[in-house]
């Protein structure tokens, strides 16, 4: 006997094609739900699998780069958690370790996470759109099958939006909400992948049969018009009106503004000039002159920095299988070593600037350290998830990481760490914390 449930879900539940037919009382025909009231000609599988592809592309590069910053992050080791745990990928954690090798490494994968994640945005509301009155269908759960279908759904929608609007605000360093951003967009992220997936298993062959029936691009040509079947699918209107915008109009509006989004997200990214172009950039565009004139992540007053402990008084604590204590001139007595090194935010934007200082390794051995698999580094800061952190052997090991005394020539800045901070190639700029207090090798 032919099979006549659609998809796998109702053959693995053995939903009864009739359990399909509406069951009374239906919402009233008003309004949305009213198939008639959706009249756009531009609706329908094609522009959904059009839209959904190259959303899809956009979502992946996204996934891979955040959970490449989850690694970079290095949560594996001691303070550098910011989650409670890493959930089901602990043992990728535990077995990739960061390299400090590429300079740029960092600042590369997050500043796609965030052009990409942008730039999906404009992608995702076409596509919504595209398929709004599916939202309105009647009636809303017809069997188990279609239920979970809607179930998947709405988790899937649920955690893009969530993921979106969470990653955007966290751009704009703006947290109006009364939860963490990292473990939330993390753990977020796990039902999205999720969703996703069986989404895809489930819409796949919709996308494979709408690109075989009328291309993948041609539907974008010059006075091109498709016939899609209002009876099989719901988001194709049933009665039409004329276009108001071509398709291949539509389409070129939404793309045209992904690409400016990701331009002007490639502005803070690169940073240098390329800047001025970065619109939305929360951190400003103008930093003042003189060698320290770069943004700043959070001031020292805001990090609680009271310039008593940063003064003369300061001492900085080494500590390997000897200890050692030295003040700000001791440490400039020291072989100065200058790189130029880029500061790569989690938030997407990188400037680089040239730093001068002691190499951590030439710090680890003098306190025979140097073969230590990590290094704890303690800042003054007393609270906050920066105020500590742990490096790896690759990057404690660098000859150019550094604990930098000056930036540009100039001693830093109290905001930018003075008396001195960690700079280490290829992290996320949250490992080069400031205002050091005291260095423990192989502590953890
Ligand atoms: N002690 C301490 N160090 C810190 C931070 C902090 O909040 N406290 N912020 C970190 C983050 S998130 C970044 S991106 C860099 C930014 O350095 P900058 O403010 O000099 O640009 O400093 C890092 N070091
Ligand atoms: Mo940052």
Not at 50 to 73: D, K, M, N, P, R
Not at 114 to 124: N, R, S
Not at 415 to 422: L, N
Request: hydrophobic share 45%.
């Amino acid at each position: 006997m032919e099979e006549r449930g659609n998809g796998f879900l109702d053959r693995a539940f053995g939903a009864d094609p009739d359990a399909r037919k509406p069951p009374a009382p239906d919402p009233p025909e008003i309004g949305p739900f009213k198939r008639s009231f959706w009249k756009s000609p531009l609706r329908g599988p094609w522009l959904t699998s059009f839209t959904g592809s190259a959303l899809l592309v956009a979502i992946v590069v996204c996934a891979v780069t955040g959970f490449l910053s989850h690694v970079a992050y290095e949560t594996t080791l001691g303070e550098n958690s910011v989650v409670l745990g890493d959930g089901p990928l602990t043992f990728l954690y535990e077995w990739l370790s960061w390299p400090a090798g590429w300079a740029y490494l960092y600042a590369v994968t997050q500043g796609m996470h965030v052009i990409f994640g942008v730039a999906a945005i404009p992608l995702l509301l076409l596509k919504l759109w595209s398929v709004i009155p599916k939202f309105f269908e009647r009636p809303a759960l017809r069997s188990l099958a279609h239920m979970l279908e809607r179930t998947s759904l709405a988790l899937f929608i649920g955690s893009a939006l969530f993921l979106f609007a969470t990653g955007l605000l966290n751009i704009q360093v703006w947290y109006p909400f009364g939860f963490s951003f990292v473990p939330a967009h993390y753990y977020a992220s796990f039902v999205f992948v999720g969703a996703l997936t069986l989404h895809l298993a489930l819409k796949l062959p919709l996308v494979a049969r709408s690109f075989r029936e009328h291309g993948v691009v041609k539907p974008l040509g010059r006075n091109q018009t498709i016939h899609e079947d209002a009876e099989a699918h719901e988001s194709v209107a049933l009665a039409p009106d004329s276009a108001t915008i071509s398709r291949r109009g539509l389409v070129g509006a939404v793309a045209a503004t992904s690409l400016g989004l990701a331009v002007m997200m490639a502005g803070q990214s690169i940073g240098g000039p390329l800047r001025r172009i970065a619109l939305l950039a929360p951190r400003g565009q103008e930093y003042g002159t003189g060698p320290n004139a770069f943004q700043i992540n959070k001031t020292a007053r805001l990090a609680g920095i009271a310039s008593a402990d940063t003064g003369e008084t300061w001492i900085l604590k080494v500590a390997g299988s000897d200890q050692l204590e030295l003040s700000r001139a001791d440490l400039l007595a020291l072989p100065q070593v200058t790189e130029r090194l880029p500061i790569a935010c989690v938030e997407g934007w990188s400037t680089t600037q040239d730093w001068t200082g002691i190499p951590l390794i030439a710090l680890g051995r003098m306190v025979g350290g140097d073969s230590a698999e990590t290094l704890l580094v303690q800042s003054l800061q007393e609270s906050g998830s920066f105020s500590e952190v742990v490096l790896n052997r690759a990057q404690l090991s660098d000859s150019r990481s550094l604990l930098a005394l000056k930036v540009n020539g100039a001693d830093l800045s109290l905001d930018h760490g003075f008396p001195a901070r960690i700079i280490i190639p290829g992290a996320p700029g949250v490992h080069n914390t400031k205002w050091v207090d005291r260095l423990t090798f192989g502590a953890v």
